[in-house]
Each structure stands twice: as structure tokens, then as C-alpha cells.
């Protein structure tokens, strides 16, 4: 039988220690809230949203209460995944993990089920020495190998980018330090894994290498570029925000960026 969900992929909302916090000219709370307005207006109900990372704009602990008041009563259950702006710990303290089965009490790594669906978080925030590059530890690699031995099928949540994306400062600045091995893992069960999306770059991007889907996905805030040659990293503050809509079943993914800013109007065409 065929089960069909959908749920929805943000990333990088950047909060600040309150609500007027700014961070390259964009009021992140706000763009935060306008999406919450925007997905309270969607014609379809998510079974969850997914937050790949940097909730926080610099692990504030006032920013992980702002998140965790903004979405009290959404009726959407959100998951988070630790990215290099944030900490495990306090992702642990101030956000639920929605009766998800943790997988370690060190890293912020679980997993949870929707239908016949997995999903599994993966910690990759590595020590500040190596930051904004993520690395899999030997405990998180464990910890896959031991899911992916299961013979289940996942669908994988982690903050990094996983593989070079033609785009000098990222490829330099923002990987896994050990992105060959962990993709060659993944290439080893690739039959189980039925994507890897990821946030970090601010962004949506797709590469399929072989036989794994990686899919990012834009900032609720604030845009990177990632133009070839690029040696700098580059901002865009449009006041634009963005989302995916993933929708899964046995037999494919679609994933459907989508964007919001304050004051749009949606219009259902009429003949
Ligand atoms: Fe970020």
C-alpha cells in the first residue's frame, strides 16, 4: 500500500536574544513569525516541520525560548537538527523532541517514524576549532551504521552540506571535514536511503551522486550566494523567505521550494 506524507524542510532562522534582533538588515523573529502566518494559511496540513539547523543566530538561550513560544500552538510538530550556530544541549532543554527516540544523550541525533516513514536527525556540529565545517563523529557514525544495518529505509536530516557545490568559500569553508566517508557509507545502503536534505548553505540546492539525493533548502531570513568562483561570502536580504514542501512515498520524494514575505497576498485563480 502506498502512504503518501508530506511535511515541510526549513532552515537557518537565525534568532536573536529577542524580538528586535537583526542580522544582515533582516528582523529574523520576524521573518520567523511570517512564516508561522504563512504555513497557518496553507490549504494542507504538514505532518511535521523539520528545522535543519542554526535556530539561533549565536546559541542564544533567549532565542530558543522565542522558538519554542512561537510554535507552542501550532498543532504542527517541529523537529530540530543542531546546526553550527547552535548547541545540542540547549536544543535538548528548550525545544520538544516529540516523543522522538533519541539515539545518544550527547548529540542530537533521533529518530522517528510518520506512517511507514523514518526519519533520522544527525548531529554534525563539530568542536569551534573546525566551525562552520561539521564533521560526523565516530559516536554519530556508529549510530548510523547500526540504523542503516536495520535494513530500513530513512529519509536523513543533518545542518551540513554534505559534498562540494562548484562554489569556492562554501566548498572551503562550509563541509562535513569527513563528507567522503560519510557519502560512501550512504553510497553502501543506498537502496535505504531515501534522501539527505540539509540546511547550512541558505539556499535550496539538488545533487544526485551516486544514487543519493542531497537537497538544502533557503533561509526563513536571510539568502547565500553561491556562484561559481565565489571567494567571499555573499549575502541577499530581499525580505524573502523560504520553505520546502516534501512529499513522500514508497516509491518517490518531491520537494517544492516555496517562498513568503511580509505582506504577501496568495490568489486562488478563478475562471
Ligand atoms: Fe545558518
Known amino acids: 500500500m502506498t502512504t503518501s506524507i508530506r511535511f515541510l524542510h526549513i ?10 534582533f537583526i ?3 533582516v528582523n529574523t523573529f520576524e521573518a520567523f513569525s511570517q512564516f508561522i502566518t504563512t504555513v497557518r494559511g496553507l490549504p494542507f496540513k504538514p505532518e511535521f516541520i523539520i528545522h535543519t539547523g542554526d535556530i539561533t543566530s549565536d546559541c542564544y538561550e533567549e532565542g530558543y525560548k522565542l522558538m519554542a513560544s512561537e510554535i507552542e500552538n501550532l498543532g504542527i510538530p517541529l523537529y530540530f537538527v543542531t546546526g553550527n550556530h547552535d548547541r545540542s544541549e540547549q536544543i535538548k532543554k528548550y525545544l520538544s523532541s516529540n516523543n522522538a527516540e533519541t539515539l ?8 522517528f517514524s510518520v506512517g511507514n516513514h523514518t ?3 544527525l548531529d554534525g556540529r563539530g568542536p569551534d576549532a573546525i566551525d562552520p565545517h561539521g564533521v560526523i563523529s565516530a559516536e554519530q557514525m556508529e549510530i548510523l551504521k547500526k540504523e542503516l544495518e536495520t535494513g530500513k ?3 536523513l536530516f543533518i545542518h ?26 550512504l553510497v553502501s545502503h543506498k537502496d535505504q536511503v531515501r534522501g539527505v536534505l540539509f540546511g547550512h548553505i541558505h539556499r535550496s540546492t539538488q545533487t544526485f551522486q551516486d544514487g543519493i539525493l542531497y537537497a538544502s533548502v533557503g533561509s526563513t531570513a536571510i539568502q547565500f550566494h553561491l556562484n ?3 571567494e567571499v561570502p555573499m549575502f541577499e536580504s530581499t525580505g524573502r523567505g523560504y520553505f520546502n514542501i516534501v512529499s513522500i512515498d514508497e516509491s518517490k520524494m518531491i520537494i517544492k521550494e516555496q517562498s513568503f514575505a511580509n505582506g504577501q497576498k496568495i490568489y486562488d485563480y478563478k475562471t
Do not use: A, C, V
Not at 11 to 20: N, Q, R, V
Open 104 to 111: 545518544s544523550s550527547r548529540l542530537n541525533s533521533y529518530r
Open 23 to 25: 542580522q544582515h538588515e
Open 228 to 230: 561559481p568562483d565565489q
Open 153 to 155: 529505509q530513512l529519509t
Open 160 to 185: 551540513y552540506s554534505t559534498h562540494p557545490l562548484d562554489s569556492i568559500w562554501f566548498d572551503e569553508n562550509m563541509l562535513l571535514t569527513n563528507e567522503t566517508e560519510f557519502h560512501q557509507l
Open 119 to 121: 526519519f533520522m536527525t
Open 11 to 20: 532552515s537557518d532562522t537565525h534568532l536573536g536574544p529577542k524580538k528586535e
